[in-house]
T-cell receptor, first 116, second 111 residues
Framework: DTAVSQTPKYLVTQMGNDKSIKCEQN?????MYWYKQDSKKFLKIMFS???????INETVPNRFSPKSPDKAHLNLHINSLELGDSAVYFC???????????????FGPGTRLTVL | DQQVKQNSPSLSVQEGRISILNCDYT??????FLWYKKYPAEGPTFLIS?????DKNEDGRFTVFLNKSAKHLSLHIVPSQPGDSAVYFC??????????FGTGTSLTVIP
């Protein structure tokens, strides 16, 4: 059983297109995240949702819009894709976000997005 | 502005020897630190963590040391095994909120 799953695993698309990446977790966690790992391997948080509520929104272009239909899902929609959006996107989940000393995250396998 | 840094992109160690991976941070408010391990084409998996109230945490072959005055933490793996070959990320947070990751160190354990 996959704890955190993402689809698709690979996504190749043209500049200007709109695409979505789906994420689901079956761990019963109440917090989910999207990270971007760029070509320099830097893993940077983009968004965090706790119980379907947006709690972290880093400086990300508003072409990126997360959508959380329920606690178990956090999808990432990207409009007007640009070359610089090419990266690996990781979804993650954790139990609790404001637990002191807690909250290790479980990551999905990643989605490699290539914008041509 | 990178608040967590791993200055060694790669490390090679003989099987059976100790692997020491280092991580430095700049924000003195960080109070919770984690190490993740990542294999190719997979997401990072949690390895070990340490709270700022401790200076050492041990789990089997893995030990994390925290030096708050130096804003430095390290992960020791002993003895190193070929299956430990992976990329290791350190991460830091404030009370389990937003996590900041380093850029990773690729460890190769040579049989």
């Amino acid at each position: 059983d996959t704890a955190v799953s993402q689809t698709p695993k690979y996504l190749v698309t043209q500049m200007g297109n709109d695409k979505s990446i789906k994420c689901e977790q079956n761990l019963g966690h109440d917090t989910m995240y999207w990270y971007k790992q760029d070509s320099k391997k830097f893993l940077k948080i983009m968004f965090s949702y706790n119980n379907k509520e947006l709690i972290i929104n880093e400086t990300v272009p508003n072409r990126f819009s997360p959508k959380s239909p329920d606690k178990a899902h956090l999808n990432l929609h990207i409009n007007s894709l640009e070359l610089g959006d090419s990266a690996v996107y990781f979804c993650a989940s954790s139990q609790g976000v404001r637990l002191a000393g807690g909250g290790e995250q479980f990551f999905g396998p990643g989605t490699r997005l290539t914008v041509l | 502005d990178q608040q967590v840094k791993q200055n060694s992109p790669s490390l090679s160690v003989q099987e059976g020897r100790i692997s020491i991976l280092n991580c430095d941070y700049t924000n003195s408010m960080f109070d919770y630190f984690l190490w993740y391990k990542k294999y190719p084409a997979e997401g990072p998996t949690f390895l070990i963590s340490i709270s700022s109230i401790k200076d050492k945490n041990e789990d089997g072959r893995f030990t994390v040391f925290l030096n708050k005055s130096a804003k430095h933490l390290s992960l020791h793996i002993v003895p190193s095994q070929p299956g430990d070959s992976a990329v290791y990320f350190c991460a830091a947070s404030i009370t389990g909120n937003q996590f900041y990751f380093g850029t990773g160190t690729s460890l190769t354990v040579i049989p």
